[in-house]
């Protein structure tokens, strides 16, 4: 399985589209993660919330993630794959300013919320995108790559965070406000991604 994981690897780099796809999820998968497993303590430890209204805060989160995966589902096929998730990373990029200049419970509501609608759409368009970017009959392998993709993500955003943390005394806004660089990073990246090209590139000549 490795060494067909490394032949499909190398073989990504024949698809110039897809290849920059998988370094755009990287990043904002990295940011994705950090907040998934670090928006509780920034809410108790920053905010001051309680349990109770952290546990409230996941449950009404999930909702909007539902909400934002659906929304988003049914605007990529009219404005594209690209531009849909164009459109959530910047959203997750302004979560993370609001995040940082939050000083009400209520202004981190919002950013929650905003979290919640990117969490389901990014999640969503950035899968769409792989699907329709890789070579007819070959998803799955792509998908594996995408795999190992969110994967290094997982552990290289949430270890930034906390490095953030460690190296400033324990500085959560500072560490929210530079994970939004990983998702300007990836929309950075996204913007030399063609949509149409991509697709060429793949279909049966």
Not at 91 to 101: H, K, L, P
Not at 165 to 177: C, V
Request: hydrophobic share 55%.
């Amino acid at each position: 399985a490795f060494a067909r994981l490394m032949q499909t690897a190398r073989e990504s780099r024949r698809y110039r589209d897809l290849l920059l796809v998988f370094a755009c999820g990287t990043f904002y998968q990295a940011g994705v993660a950090t907040v998934i497993a670090l928006a509780a303590i920034y809410a108790e430890q920053v905010m001051g919330f309680k349990t109770q209204d952290t546990i409230m805060l996941v449950l009404v989160v999930n909702v909007t993630a539902a909400i934002g995966a659906f929304g988003f589902g049914y605007a990529q096929d009219r404005i594209g794959k690209v531009w849909a998730l164009r459109l959530t990373i910047v959203g997750w990029i302004a979560m993370t300013v609001v995040a940082y200049f939050s000083q009400t419970p209520a202004h981190f509501w919002v950013a929650a919320n905003l979290a919640g609608l990117c969490m389901g759409s990014s999640q969503s368009a950035g899968r769409a995108l792989v699907a329709y970017l890789s070579p007819a009959g070959r998803s799955a392998e792509f998908f594996g790559l995408w795999g190992v993709a969110t994967r290094l993500a997982a552990i290289l955003g949430p270890l930034t965070y906390g490095a953030v943390t460690w190296i400033t005394g324990g500085n959560h806004r500072l560490a929210i406000l530079l994970t939004g660089g990983f998702f300007f990073v990836a929309l950075l990246i996204l913007a030399f991604v063609d949509e149409r090209r991509g697709r060429r590139q793949v279909e049966p000549a």
